[in-house]
């Protein structure tokens, strides 16, 4: 098997990260797979109407204030979704996130592939730049991610039914998911493959 190097955070990119890998591995080897690439992504049939949010990320500054995420229960409830949980890894426990949703049912997977069972039988996950988002979306689930100060363009979370919603604050991200969900985004009739284009 071929060998390539690539540079894990390359300087000023112009381009999504996976193209810039996709690029360098070709240039290095006489793979040329990208464009099948995104076709490999799993569809998703969800096992339940629940809805999971994952308020944090390796990084707080990330993330919208925890408000925020709490109050989109309401939202999520009132198109239908029957329950909303929130999933609290260590870096949200370590910031008291289990305080602020003391209230709130919240779920803190032990394992990658626990985390993996929870998001395979939900209808719809909301999230930040992070891991929980990248993996969320591979999988297929319909997931809306929100960028505060990352660059979706780069950093974007890829996968069959993935909408980036760049969020400076939480009014701007509140009615990009609002408009999102009226627009059937969640429902299975949603037909679009991807809003990821290469």
Not at 83 to 110: C, H, Q
Request: glycine fraction near 10%; charged fraction near 20%; proline fraction near 7%.
């Amino acid at each position: 098997m071929p060998l390539a190097v690539v540079d894990p955070i390359p300087e000023d990119p112009k381009n999504h990260i996976s193209r810039i890998y996709a690029d360098s591995i070709s240039r290095q080897t006489d793979w040329s797979g990208l464009e099948n690439l995104f076709a490999g992504f799993p569809a998703h049939v969800p096992a339940s109407h629940y809805s999971l949010i994952h308020p944090g990320s390796g990084g707080a500054h990330k993330c919208l204030e925890p408000g925020f995420y709490s109050g989109l229960s309401r939202l999520l409830l009132s198109h239908g979704f029957e329950k909303t949980a929130y999933i609290l890894g260590p870096a949200e426990i370590e910031r008291g996130l289990g305080e602020r949703f003391a209230n709130l049912e919240w779920i803190r997977p032990d394992s990658v592939t626990g985390l993996a069972d929870w998001l395979s039988n939900a209808a719809l996950y909301i999230g930040n730049d992070s891991g929980v988002s990248h993996l969320s979306a591979f999988m297929g689930i319909p997931s809306i991610v929100l960028y505060t100060v990352t660059d979706p363009a780069v950093w974007g979370a890829n996968g069959r039914r993935v909408l980036r919603i760049r969020a400076g604050d939480p009014s701007e991200a509140e009615r990009g998911i609002a408009e999102a969900l009226d627009s059937g985004f969640a429902e299975e009739s949603f037909t679009e493959e991807t809003r990821f284009s290469p």
